[in-house]
């Protein structure tokens, strides 16, 4: 059973920085691609970025805009999103799950089932 655990968020103001970290088990972590998922009050989610854990190379949402960075720890079967410049717009809960590439670049997970997720909070 594939268990992904979020944490990290939290209430920051407008510019601020937040670092999420994702501890996933019950897989083989670079057999996978694993990103980030976020889905604000009355919205889709949508996919934010997504990471080869293979080799790090990595792929962001348009509105991502060089404002996140993602990483991955195979050794510790972790992945992070470092989110700076953050906007009011970014507030929505975040979750991690196994990704893939849409035909159109965005970003799609296989995932059906959520957690939690972790809450990121933008005060304008």
């Known amino acids: 059973d594939v268990q992904l655990q979020a944490s990290g968020g939290g209430l920051v103001q407008a510019g601020g920085s937040l670092r999420l970290s994702c501890v996933a088990s019950?897989?083989?972590?670079?057999?996978?691609?694993m990103g980030w998922f976020r889905q604000a009050p009355g919205k889709e989610r949508e996919g934010v970025s997504c990471?080869?854990?293979?080799?790090?190379?990595?792929y962001y949402g348009d509105f991502v805009k060089g404002r996140f960075t993602i990483s991955s720890d195979s050794a510790k079967n972790m992945v992070y999103l470092q989110m700076n410049n953050l906007k009011a717009e970014d507030t929505a809960v975040y979750h991690c799950?196994?990704?893939?590439?849409?035909?159109?670049?965005?970003?799609?997970?296989?995932?059906?089932?959520w957690g939690q997720g972790t809450q990121v909070t933008v005060s304008s």
């Open positions: 019950g897989i083989t972590f670079d057999d996978y691609r």
């Open positions: 799950a196994d990704c893939h590439l849409n035909w159109d670049s965005s970003i799609l997970t296989l995932r059906t089932s």
């Open positions: 990471i080869e854990n293979s080799d790090g190379t990595a």
